[in-house]
């Protein structure tokens, strides 16, 4: 006899618990399921900050506190089979759950790379079960040589707090040319890069490991030009893959960009089966090209827009696509990105003209904590539309990138940012003279 539930939620990460309180707001009389294989999850952002900024590990757990207080039943169970006609869902303990209404927030798996000796003991990956960081966090700290493969957002994290650890040498190895190539141009990729070797941490750009070797255990990296390192731990910041062999299995079409395909409303090709969050399809914003962003702001929004929609369109959604935003702390440097960068931009063709700027985020600039923000803002040429936006400074540049998040979601025009009405104050903002936002823009238009 199958457990019968109103909604099933097959995940138990942001997306699955925001889309679960969406649908109890929307729903108050639905009962809602959530099954999950991870007894103790963590909170993804949070996962490289439990090796120093965090007094423990256990600070990062994921809570379900909210789930409890809304009547959200949880229990842990692998989701191992979706039978669409049946409309139920199998679990590895034996028990079958029947539902009205499936969400798939299945998540992520960490890539694992092409590298000879990957399988030995002191190779991690950033998986979202609190029981394996714990152990990661306390075998790393042992360690006296790390190695970060990868250096994306996760990675230089990673980088940055186990280089606060005394008595660690930090390595931190990306094949491409440069660090954050993917996600800004040069001239912030470089800002980063100099933040991580004022620490200490050895930026190793251009690299490409072969082979991991030793015995049972890591003991040196071997480079694809013949230099070996030695090393004690390996953190892998090599990125992620869509989790959707679940939805293969049911045969849900999946899309370019590997994600279970879904249209505006998070509905996959099954109307009583939807996606949410990292096992989704993202469509990018400008050319609506397939692409694999992976973000627990974008899953959220995702989330939230399936809760709503469940039974009925209640919440409409502009064909909009995603922004791709994101934001990244490295010793006192806060790094923003929105939208298309310089480089994305000219790649996909775009006539584009840009705006830069420098200021102090506090009036006067000498006031105690003020720091410097530099802004970019990228146009489109012609219709004068923002299509991207990059930050760097202190603590504040991280809500100014939302700023120029909204802007970009709202189809913003250079002459509307350069007329922006904001609010100031002496230790919150920079002068209303020199507004970074607005400056950036002045300077565009005075490119054009």
Sequence with gaps: MAKKTDILIIGGGPAGL???LTAKRYYPNKHILIIKDVANGSIPC????????????DENKLGLDALKKNNIEVIIDKAEKITRKEKTVSGKSGEKYKYEKLVLAMGALPIK????GIEKEGIYYAYKDMDYLKKMVINVKKSKNVLILGGG?????FADEISKIEGINVYLAEFLPRILGNSFDEEFSMLAEGKLKLAGIKVLTGARVIEFLGKEKVERAKFADGTQIEIDSVVLGTGAFANTSLAVDAALDIGRGKGIWVDEYMRTVDPDIFAVGDCAGKRDFYTRKDTAVMLASTATAEARIAGANLYSLKVIRENKGTIAIYSTYVDGLVLGSAGLTETSAKKEGFEIVTGSTESADKHPGSLPGASKIKVKLIFSKQSGVLMGGQVAGGISAGEVINIIGMAIQQRVSLTELETLQMATHPYLTSAPTMYPVVAAAQDALGNM
């Design 18 to 20: 925001v889309t679960a």
């Design 113 to 116: 790379p092409p590298i000879g």
């Design 153 to 157: 957002f996760i990675g230089i994290e």
């Design 46 to 57: 949070g996962i490289p900050y439990m090796f120093s900024s965090l007094k423990s590990p």
